[in-house]
């Protein structure tokens, strides 16, 4: 796994921490106002999923009343909530949808209203300032194995396996803690997977990935890291089912068609696997990889030329996988004298 895999295991905690800044992600704004129209400041404005698949997101207003939530890499739906002492608690009336990396949600002026006989009871100081500590918490300790994550890479870079080893339980044990008190958060999942993956526990680490992609399916990548956990347990079967679950949740990723094209073609399941990779080359006709498979099936079918076309396209692409490359180049050396 490399270092780019390993930026999206350690900023995936979203809903947390801050997300990362080349994805794209959605966003909520507005702006809260008391019943006399003037500006209410650190009102705590909390996104939250309604599933409780990830973390809530939490801000405050500022000065003017005004804030801005970014919503992570999902568009929703989101319940929002506003609390403020000495004011009734306020639910946003219905759910939001978020679009990612478009124009932000601009709920507008929201007004916050004194407590009445009717209204929900008023959050206490007390209870805010408890909730807005554990999520400090929360995050102190998720910065702490990431930290430890980070030190463990650096220690396996430099052949240092002991230290490594050592990191890498201890960030373990660390997400585990965290685990233990928010056991519905699909992002702490996900990273339990990549360290468990990082110190090839795969059958663990393949149950993890699984747990995070169930609890929030539009983590696409989830459902391909778990099926490689799986294959690296020698669970082929089960790896094809994850996947297969995934492209049912996510239908237009051509990413994970071509990782279940590659699966079935590993076990020469030739059909199903050319179903999967030429749906691939619809969504995407930019990528390279769904043209090697189809030309390593067709050599394997006798078909000569169409290979031929396909890997001869497929090097024109300008794929970046060495040795699917040079098993393309060799196939194609010992194919064009018979074209002739």
Known sequence: MNRAALAVGLTALLGLFAVNASAQHGSIMGKVLDQDGKPVEDAVVQVSSPTGATAPLTGKTNGKGEFGIATS??????????????????????????????????????????????????????ELAKMQAENKALQAQFKQAVQLTEEAETASAAGDSATASAKY??????????????????????????????????????EAYAKAAKMKPDMAGD?????????????????????????????????????????????AQYTEATVALKKAQELDPTSADPLYFLGMIA??????????AL??????????????????KGVLSALKPAKK
């Open 73 to 126: 890499q999902t568009p929703g739906p989101w319940d929002l909530t506003i609390l403020k002492p000495g004011f009734a608690a306020y639910k946003h009336s219905e759910q939001i949808r978020a679009t990612l990396g478009g124009v932000p949600v601009n709920l507008g002026t929201i007004k916050l209203m004194p407590p009445t006989a009717g209204s929900k009871r008023v959050v206490t100081q007390e």
């Open 169 to 206: 339980d201890q960030a373990l044990t660390t997400y585990n803690e965290m685990l233990a008190k928010n056991p519905d958060i699909a992002e702490l999942h996900h990273n339990i997977g990549y360290v468990l993956g990082r110190t090839k526990k795969w059958a663990e680490s393949a």
């Open 223 to 267: 459902y391909a890291s778990a099926a490689v956990g799986y294959a690296n347990s020698n669970q082929r079967d089960k790896a094809i089912e994850i996947l297969n679950e995934g492209v049912k949740e996510n239908p237009t990723n051509a990413r994970l068609l071509v990782s279940l094209g590659e699966f079935y073609y590993n076990g």
């Open 299 to 308: 050599v394997s079918q006798g078909r000569t030329q169409e290979c031929i």
């Open 311 to 328: 890997l001869e396209k497929y090097l024109s692409l300008g794929p970046t996988n060495t040795n699917s490359v040079q098993a393309a």
